[in-house]
T-cell receptor
Framework: GENVEQHPSTLSVQEGDSAVIKCTYSDSASNYFPWYKQELGKRPQLIIDIRSNVGEKKDQRIAVTLNKTAKHFSLHITETQPEDSAVYFCAASKALNRDDKIIFGKGTRLHILP | TAGITQAPTSQILAAGRSMTLRCTQDMRHNAMYWYRQDLGLGLRLIHYSNTAGTTGKGEVPDGYSVSRANTDDFPLTLASAVPSQTSVYFC????????????FGPGTRLTVL
């Protein structure tokens, strides 16, 4: 089955700097890669996703890139702000298979330093 | 719209006791999931249901059971709780269309003593 590895487990960046979180997946048939943000004491919420037919997607200060050949994808946050402090989860699934489940990485705790 | 709700919010349970965590969604999603979240281990899938009347085992199913009598409800039962089941439990649901977002409930914090 699918296995998703996520690095680093903890990341501290100065406010205003960029943060990058990297994930790899094992199943070449996976074609949908969502990213979830979980603030302290809250539920995980989808912030951005990418499908396998595109290499990059942006939404304001966040962007995701996908390299299907290498089977890795990354989350980029630019101009980080205090509200970006949270745990971020990457995930992978075969979206066109209704019975397939989303497999999550173990998460990255991002600290934005003042 | 309530979305997806869980009850209770938190619970302290004596080891050996049984407990049912409740999960209800009003989005008419066919797929529902139970995860446990432990520090450093991310979100681990316990059980899932692709549609009412069917269930399946996830990554860590031992000690847990589920049922799916209808579309809206997906309760998780611990028959005889053990301290290692201390965790935060999240229920989630997902729509049928391709690339659909998975929505999470607010979570239940369970402590087994």
């Amino acid at each position: 089955g699918e296995n998703v590895e996520q690095h680093p487990s903890t990341l501290s960046v100065q406010e205003g700097d960029s943060a990058v979180i990297k994930c790899t997946y094992s199943d070449s048939a996976s074609n949908y890669f969502p990213w979830y943000k979980q603030e302290l004491g809250k539920r995980p919420q989808l912030i951005i996703d990418i499908r396998s037919n595109v290499g990059e997607k942006k939404d304001q200060r966040i962007a995701v890139t996908l390299n299907k050949t290498a089977k890795h994808f990354s989350l980029h946050i630019t101009e980080t702000q205090p509200e970006d402090s949270a745990v971020y989860f990457c995930a992978a699934s075969k979206a066109l298979n209704r019975d397939d489940k989303i497999i999550f990485g173990k998460g990255t705790r991002l600290h934005i330093l003042p | 719209t309530a979305g997806i709700t869980q009850a209770p919010t938190s619970q302290i349970l004596a080891a050996g006791r049984s407990m049912t965590l409740r999960c209800t969604q009003d989005m008419r999603h066919n797929a529902m999931y139970w995860y446990r979240q432990d520090l450093g281990l991310g979100l681990r899938l316990i059980h899932y249901s692709n549609t009412a009347g069917t269930t399946g085992k996830g990554e860590v199913p031992d000690g847990y059971s589920v049922s799916r009598a209808n579309t809206d409800d997906f309760p998780l039962t611990l028959a005889s709780a053990v301290p290692s089941q201390t965790s935060v439990y999240f229920c989630a649901s997902r729509g049928d269309s391709s690339y659909n977002e998975q929505f999470f409930g607010p979570g239940t914090r369970l402590t087994v003593l």
